[in-house]
């Protein structure tokens, strides 16, 4: 394949991507952050609700997101006896954090505000979970 077709085609998956992201985020005010992270916690393409500022620095997201790749890959060494992860709660003083896992390798990385509802957090954990099987890639 010619650089260039390899090229056009990195564009084209970081639009989808983005898209996906985007799509993800106008499901719920609540959401504040959606991000798509391959297995080594780089971010492939994120969207961040406007007029929010992010809690965490650029040195502190490459961090945590790192962290998150790592935890979920050490986390498939036990879907021969507990079954495939399905996703992640981590519940923080000013954010929820999800991780969603993907057949295809890396995850979705979500953040919620901390004062979503346990109920409208069931709905929408059940409407991402949703949302992100029947599009996921």
Do not use: W
Not at 26 to 53: D, E, M
Not at 105 to 121: A, M, V
Request: aromatic share 6%; glycine share 6%.
């Amino acid at each position: 394949m010619e650089k260039k077709e390899h090229n056009q085609l990195a564009r084209e998956d970081s639009i989808k991507n983005k898209e996906k992201c985007h799509n993800l985020l106008l499901l719920s005010q609540k959401i504040r952050y959606v991000g798509r992270i391959n297995i080594f916690g780089r971010t492939v393409a994120g969207q961040l609700r406007p007029g929010l500022i992010p809690l965490l620095n650029v040195e502190q997201a490459i961090n945590e997101h790192f962290i998150e790749a790592t935890r979920n890959n050490l986390r498939k060494t036990f879907d021969s006896t507990l079954g495939t992860t399905l996703y992640t709660l981590t519940v923080n003083e000013k954010v929820l954090t999800l991780t969603f896992p993907l057949q295809s390798g890396g995850y979705y990385y979500i953040t919620l505000d901390n004062d979503i509802g346990r109920e409208e957090l069931v709905k929408l954990i059940d409407l991402l979970t949703q949302k992100i099987n029947t599009n996921s890639s």
